[in-house]
């Protein structure tokens, strides 16, 4: 989880003054007795209301509760508020448990409009992946790292296309601006 809560700090400092107010609403509407802590109830209540039911669970709450205080002081709430708002919430569809860090992912899901097929690593090592309808599975930087590739092939073959059509000079502008 630090990992996640130092990326949702980095996100944090580097919103504009309106989305960082936008984001300190969010953690004052949670918190319901307005004591500037979070408390497991007032956590769970805020998020089952809000249509956020997949993490409103003790579970991550506690993994959130970094200081194991039984609250979310500012720096956890808005690692709650990144994974909330970023659609980062993903969970290992063989045991449930909260997807942190590395993970693997059906590449055929990933590409289509149907939910993707997450596991974490034990899942995945203990061949939980075999009973899931397709077979090709690759870790969440691996997936990243492929599509960076066909992005700069669909990019190429593009300009390429281009080029074709509108002549080489106006080529350097499109991708500049790209």
């Known amino acids: 989880m630090e ?3 130092q990326v949702a ?11 960082k107010k936008t984001a300190r609403k969010f953690l004052e509407k949670m918190d319901a ?5 979070i408390s497991l109830n007032e956590c769970l209540e805020y998020l089952k209301k809000e249509g956020f039911p997949e993490i409103s669970n003790r579970k991550i709450f506690e993994e959130l509760d970094k200081d194991n205080s039984g609250c979310l002081d500012f720096e956890e709430a808005i690692t709650l508020f990144y994974v909330s ?10 045991c449930q448990d909260f997807l942190k860090e590395f993970y693997f992912t059906c590449c055929e899901c990933f590409d289509s409009t149907s939910p993707t097929y997450d596991l974490c690593i034990t899942c995945f090592q203990e061949k939980k992946h075999e009973q ?3 077979k090709v599975f690759c870790d969440n930087h691996a997936l990243l790292a492929s599509k960076k590739t066909t992005m700069k092939g669909v990019m190429k073959k593009l300009a390429s296309n281009l ?7 106006s080529i350097s502008v499109f991708c500049t601006i790209m």
């Not at 007795?33 to 802590?37: F, L, V």
């Not at 708002?85 to 063989?94: D, E, Q, T, V």
């Open 3 to 5: 990992e996640i809560r």
């Open 163 to 169: 080029a074709v059509e509108v002549g080489i000079g």
């Open 9 to 19: 700090l980095a996100y944090f400092n580097n919103l504009s003054e309106k989305e």
């Open 33 to 37: 007795d307005k004591d500037r802590k």
């Open 132 to 134: 899931h309808k397709h």
């Open 85 to 94: 708002a970023s659609g980062r919430p993903l969970f290992c569809k063989a």
